[in-house]
Nanobody, 125 residues
Framework: DVQLQASGGGLVQAGGSLRLSCAAS????????ITWFRQAPGKEREGVSS????????YYSDAVKGRFTISSVNAKNTVYLQMNNLNPEDTAIYYC??????????????????WGQGTLVTVSS
């Protein structure tokens, strides 16, 4: 069975850091793009950051560029999202999606093949 398990969320004060993990199983990890999304209450889902395991291409949304870092450890079938300098606007459920192959600049709106459950990130002011 395909699984994408997000973990690492929690409550943090503004200016703090968290590292999220997306552990994948049930598909050939090296062939997929893994993307972090988030959805805040009352808001639409938005793409946060994406990494292609096939060509290493990385994308960030403007909202997180310079503060978040995405990385992939293929040996562990896990993608990480290091989030620094968090602010209350980062409060959301974060979850990961997997897409076969690589994506370009439309990474946030591409049709993903698999979705995982989310992990809640709450940033207090």
């Amino acid at each position: 069975d395909v699984q994408l398990q997000a973990s690492g969320g929690g409550l943090v004060q503004a200016g703090g850091s968290l590292r999220l993990s997306c552990a994948a199983s049930g598909f050939t990890f090296d062939d997929y793009t893994i993307t972090w999304f988030r959805q805040a209450p009352g808001k639409e889902r938005e793409g946060v950051s994406s990494i292609s395991n096939s060509n290493g291409r990385i994308y960030y949304s403007d909202a997180v560029k310079g503060r978040f870092t995405i990385s992939s450890v293929n040996a562990k079938n896990t993608v990480y999202l290091q989030m620094n300098n968090l602010n209350p606007e980062d409060t959301a459920i974060y979850y990961c999606g997997a897409l076969f192959g690589s994506v370009g600049r439309m990474w946030a709106s591409a049709p993903y093949d698999y979705w995982g459950q989310g992990t809640l990130v709450t940033v207090s002011s």
